[in-house]
């Protein structure tokens, strides 16, 4: 019989808006598609128009290498208080998401978006994104600028993802020069450190973070004891203790369902298969970024629409990224981005790759009133 607590976290991740299915008819390039998604915050509304009934602002997520509709849950409570609403997709081969080939990975993952959003009712969104996912939301961006809002259009990237060339990082340069067919159990590993070693899945895959923080201590001070419970409930709405219980419950259901697509995710962020691994728009991101910069200087030009806002938000400590990546994509977005882009870039102290997207480092409530108007 399940505990008290059991059942408390159980009724919480069970929650429908965790679990929604949506189906792409076929087209002349693919069949017919099965897409998971989850909601964090705000609950649709049940009108024909869905939320486009509510006015609330919505927020288009792209979770990192392993960062699927499992991260709705974690960020619930902050979107619940901030009222705004977060889609958060499983992409092809996670969750009940379709499988697809590697080289049609990132096209077919965009493509089913607009009619989600139609069906949904969500006429505009904010853009957002965490490490992998970067490559998605640029070329999100590039592909439907239309679909962000109108009056206040903002783009978040939270550690954004730099590839090895240009990040100088010397270990994924080693992971990108492996065989391809090392990475057809990327995601059994991660299962193994995420359900064996520690009670966490590292939305990134940053399995060498996550190894390493399990060997620090558990025992607090008391002052400090009181702070973690403090910034627990601020975060989560939960005591630690429910917490780590509910991420627990959280890590093994996710890994109950298929992850095989964090293998094609590796490959396509180290771009590892010649001809099937393309960044399309995004390949050269200096180039890119001008090309945003002219579309952006016609659409903000004085009364036709208003300026985009591009937020790129580091970890403290990155070592997926480095301070050559960071450098490296800041100074092609501050150097390229033109009248009608305001970049601006700033870092989560005390936070790493992956922790900054984890509530408590506050990055994410900052996410959500950026989309609001309020910060």
């Known amino acids: 019989m399940a505990s ?50 509510d006015g609330i602002e919505t927020v288009l997520f792209f979770g990192g290498m392993f960062g699927g509709r499992w991260i709705a849950p974690r960020w619930d409570y902050a979107a619940m208080k901030e009222n705004v609403r977060c889609l958060i997709i499983d992409r092809p081969s996670f969750g009940g998401s379709t499988s697809v080939p590697l080289k049609d990975r990132l096209h077919v993952s965009l493509e089913v978006i607009p009619p989600l959003l139609s069906h949904l009712g969500i006429k505009y969104i904010h853009l957002a994104s965490h490490s992998a996912g970067t490559i998605y939301s640029l070329n999100f961006l590039h592909r ?28 994924l340069g080693l992971a990108g020069s492996l065989p391809n067919s090392w990475l057809n159990h990327w995601n059994k590993t991660i299962n193994f450190v995420g359900g064996t070693l520690i009670p966490k899945l590292a939305s990134s895959g940053t399995v060498f973070t996550a190894a390493s923080n399990m060997f620090k201590g558990k025992t607090l001070p008391e002052k400090e004891k009181t702070e973690e419970n403090r910034k627990c409930t601020e975060a989560y709405g939960v005591s630690p203790e429910t917490d780590r219980a509910r991420l627990q419950l959280l890590s093994q259901w996710a890994r109950e369902e298929t992850n095989v697509g964090g293998n094609d995710e590796a490959r396509l962020c180290l771009k590892m298969v010649a001809g099937e691994c393309s960044w399309d728009a995004a390949e050269d991101l200096p180039e890119y970024v001008s090309r945003l910069a002219r579309f952006w200087e016609e659409r903000a030009a004085p009364g036709e629409g208003k300026k985009m806002r591009v937020r790129a938000v580091s970890a403290e400590d990155d070592f997926m990224i480095g301070a050559q990546g960071r450098k490296y994509f800041e100074t092609a977005w501050e150097a390229k981005c033109g009248s009608g882009i305001l970049f601006d870039s700033s870092f989560g102290p005390g936070t790493d790759h992956d922790s900054l997207a984890e509530v408590v480092s506050g990055a994410v409530v900052t996410l959500f009133r950026v989309a609001k108007g309020e910060a």
């Open 144 to 171: 439907y600028p239309e679909l962000l809002s109108p009056t206040n259009p903002t783009v978040t990237l939270l550690s954004p993802w730099v590839h090895p060339t240009n990040s100088g990082v010397s270990l």
């Open 4 to 53: 008290p607590l059991e059942t408390q976290n159980i009724t919480f991740l069970s929650q429908r808006k965790f679990h929604n299915c949506f189906i792409v008819p076929a087209t002349a390039t693919h069949g017919i598609l099965r897409v998971t998604y989850a909601i964090a915050g705000p609950e649709l509304a049940s009108s024909a128009d869905g939320a486009a009934a």
